[in-house]
């Protein structure tokens, strides 16, 4: 009878070692496919070689002193796959469903402002009083210095209020407003799908603001037309 416990002790202990080996196998694949956008991009587009990346992972695994096998690690990739696919399906509905509900605003003759951040604090009081009046004006606050998006008939005022302080202007600007329901607080990946679309086409976004529900994309104005064609073409796309 105590045999029987002993042998049952070690089967069992035998068999928890290889769970926890196939775990730790399975999340070191799944550490370096994360950390691979690209590889992670054909996993779930279905384009990739499983067997011929299973060797590669094989030898990454290798190094860090991790043994298994390539079967085991193709096995690993097919199921990291599967997953990959079911989470881009679920964020590509919510992200869909979003873009459907979002109704597109353009804001042209804009100027962007970067300037020093102690400047900008010291004359917020000027500033503010611009910003009450002006048409259009957004600031944003970065570690050293402070982006205004203006229209343009308030740029004279502001660079005479922040005069050498200002570290770059950028005129001819157009901002593209998406306004979006609620549910944009908390859906992952609706700003890099937008902009995707425009880099895509080859449209450069000078700044991206992001305000509660409102989505801002400054642009040149000369891609502004293209730009709003696009977007527009895609929120009807998504409402059908």
Do not use: W
Not at 189 to 195: D, K, R, S, W, Y
């Amino acid at each position: 009878m105590a045999q029987k416990v002993i042998y049952y002790k070690i089967v069992f202990f035998l068999g928890e070692m290889m769970a926890e080996e196939k775990i730790s196998v399975a999340k070191a694949v799944k550490d370096i496919v994360l950390s691979r956008p690209a590889i992670k991009e054909c996993l779930i587009l279905d384009v990739i070689n499983y067997s011929a990346l299973a060797r590669v992972i094989l030898k990454e695994l290798e190094k860090k002193n991790i043994k298994t096998s390539t079967g085991a690690v193709k096995m690993a990739l097919i199921r990291i796959g599967e997953e990959l696919k079911k989470e881009r399906a679920f964020f590509e509905r919510r992200i869909k469903s979003v873009v459907a509900k979002t109704v597109i605003e353009l804001q042209s003759d804009l100027t962007v402002i970067t300037a020093e951040k102690r400047a900008v604090l010291n004359k917020i009081g000027q500033l503010s009083k611009v910003m009450e009046n002006a048409r259009f004006f957004q600031l944003t606050q970065g570690v050293e210095t402070f982006t205004l998006v203006l229209s343009s008939e308030e740029k004279e005022e502001v660079v005479k209020i922040l005069g050498n302080n200002i570290v770059d202007l950028i005129e001819e600007q157009t901002a593209i407003i998406l306004i979006s329901p609620e549910e944009i607080i908390e859906t992952p990946g609706f700003v890099a799908f937008i902009a995707s679309a425009l880099s895509s086409s080859g449209i450069n976004i000078t700044q991206v603001i992001s305000c509660h529900k409102d989505t801002i994309f400054v642009l040149d104005r000369r891609d502004a037309p293209k730009a709003y064609q696009i977007l527009e073409e895609l929120i009807l796309k998504m409402r059908r």
